[in-house]
C-alpha cells in the first residue's frame, strides 16, 4: 500500500506540471499492484477516474482522439462500479448523473475530433458521356458476339447485306452488258454504209438476244440487291437495339463491369 500511495503522489506531481502521459503511467502502475478485492474496490475505482481525466487532458496537448476513447471508456466503467459499491442516495444519483453528463460532452468532443481528421471528400468527377457511350458499344458489341439470338440475327442480316451489295453490283455489270447489246443491235440494223452492204440479221439478232438476257439478268440482280440490303439492315438494327436493352453497365472501383 505504500508503493501504492507513493506512485499516486508521484502521479498526481506529473499530472499538476502537465505531465499527462507520466501521471497514467503512474497510476496505471498503482492501479496493477491494488488486489481486486472489497477493501480496495473504491480505491481502485478512484485510480480509474484519475486515469480518465489524465486522458482527458492529454488529448488537449497532442489532440490524439485515442486519449478520448480511452476516457470515455474509462468513465463508463467507473459510473458502473459506483453503481455496485454505493448504495442509491442522491449524492451517489448526483455523482453518477455529473460522471454521465461529462461521457456525453466528451463523445461530443470526440465526433468532432474525428470529423476533423476526416478528409474532405473529393466531389466525384461528371461522367464523360462520350467514354461511357465507348464503353456501352464495346458491351453491345460483346453482347452481339456471345448471344446465340442476337448473334445470329446480326450474322444474318450482315449476310444479306453483303449479299445484296454483290446483286446490286452484279445488275450494274449486266446492265452495261445489255447496253452494249444494245449498241451492237443499232450497229447490225444500220449495216455497214462503207461497203454498202445491208443489216447483219445474224447480229442483230445475237444482239437482240444478248440484250434480252443481260436485260432480265440485270433486273434480277437489282431488284434481289434491292430486296436483300433493307431486310439486312432492319435486322441488324433489331439486334442492336435489343442488345442494347439488355446490357446493363455497372461502375465499380475496379471499371465497368457488364451483365448480361
Not at 452481339?144 to 452484279?170: C, F, K, N, W
Request: aromatic residues 6%; hydrophobic residues 40%.
Amino acid at each position: 500500500m505504500d508503493e501504492v500511495r507513493q506512485l499516486y503522489t508521484d502521479g498526481r506531481a506529473r499530472f499538476d506540471t502537465l505531465d499527462y502521459q507520466g501521471a497514467i503511467d503512474l497510476w496505471t502502475k498503482a492501479f496493477g499492484l491494488l488486489p481486486a478485492e472489497e477493501e480496495n474496490r473504491s480505491i481502485r475505482n478512484d485510480l480509474v477516474y484519475n486515469i480518465a481525466t489524465a486522458q482527458e487532458e492529454a488529448y488537449k496537448v497532442d489532440r490524439d482522439p485515442t486519449h478520448l476513447r480511452q476516457a470515455i471508456g474509462l468513465l463508463r466503467r467507473y459510473v458502473d462500479e459506483y453503481k455496485a459499491i454505493y448504495k442509491p442516495t442522491p449524492e451517489a444519483r448526483a455523482e453518477v448523473e455529473k460522471v454521465k453528463a461529462r461521457i456525453a460532452e466528451l463523445e461530443a468532443r470526440l465526433a468532432e475530433a474525428e470529423a476533423a481528421r476526416t478528409p474532405a471528400a473529393t466531389p466525384a468527377a461528371p461522367p464523360d458521356p462520350r467514354a461511357e457511350e465507348q464503353r456501352k458499344a464495346i458491351a453491345v458489341k460483346q453482347m452481339l458476339r456471345e448471344d446465340p439470338e442476337l448473334s445470329r440475327q446480326y450474322r444474318s442480316g450482315t449476310s444479306m447485306i453483303a449479299g445484296g451489295s454483290v446483286a446490286l453490283g452484279l445488275g450494274a455489270v449486266s446492265f452495261v452488258v445489255m447496253l452494249a447489246y444494245l449498241l451492237m443491235r443499232s450497229a447490225a440494223q444500220i449495216g455497214d454504209d462503207i461497203t454498202g452492204e445491208g443489216p447483219n440479221e445474224a447480229a442483230e439478232k445475237s444482239a437482240t438476244t444478248g440484250a434480252a438476257v443481260s436485260g432480265v439478268l440485270s433486273g434480277l440482280l437489282i431488284a434481289t440487291g434491292c430486296v436483300l440490303i433493307p431486310i439486312g439492315v432492319g435486322r441488324r438494327k433489331r439486334a442492336k437495339e435489343e442488345a442494347r436493352k439488355r446490357v446493363v453497365l455497372e461502375l465499380h472501383p475496379a471499371g465497368v463491369r457488364v451483365r448480361f
